[in-house]
């Protein structure tokens, strides 16, 4: 499999080794649009919506939901704890995790915690 762009090796990681980004240190961490489409930074699938974003002060982008679809689920049991990993449903890619019930006032009470590296944006929200 082939990529069009070009990465560190810390943002190859964080994408296909399920690595995890410094907190505070990604480029969608602080980005508030108040539209657009947040896609996989490894296959331009649509992800996430602008509209989706809110500030949950983790450090990495947080989302209360994803676009049908485009986020799958796992269990997670590595570091010695279970969690739920997600990742792009087209391609694979890893994202993050998932959380539920932290009391954020959201409509699902969930936070998606995702790597900014591994997110791209785009104005057009056309694509979802």
């Known amino acids: 499999m082939t990529y ?8 190859w990681r964080a994408v296909l080794s399920k690595g995890t980004e410094p907190p505070g240190s990604g480029k969608f ?3 508030y649009p108040e539209e657009g489409l947040y896609t996989c930074a490894g296959c331009a699938a649509p992800l996430y919506k602008a509209s989706h974003k809110f500030s949950s002060g983790c450090g990495w982008p947080a989302y209360f939901d994803s676009i049908p679809g485009a986020v799958t689920r796992h269990e997670d049991r590595t570091l010695g704890m279970t969690r739920t990993e997600i ?3 087209n391609c694979g890619g890893h994202l993050g ?5 932290e009391g954020f006032p959201t409509p699902t009470d969930e ?7 591994s997110l791209n944006f785009s104005l057009d929200e056309k694509k979802a």
């Open 111 to 117: 936070r998606h915690c995702v790597n900014s590296v």
């Open 29 to 31: 961490d602080k980005h």
């Open 97 to 101: 995790h998932v959380f539920k019930g």
């Open 4 to 11: 069009p762009d070009q990465r560190t090796d810390d943002e």
């Open 87 to 89: 990742t792009c449903s």
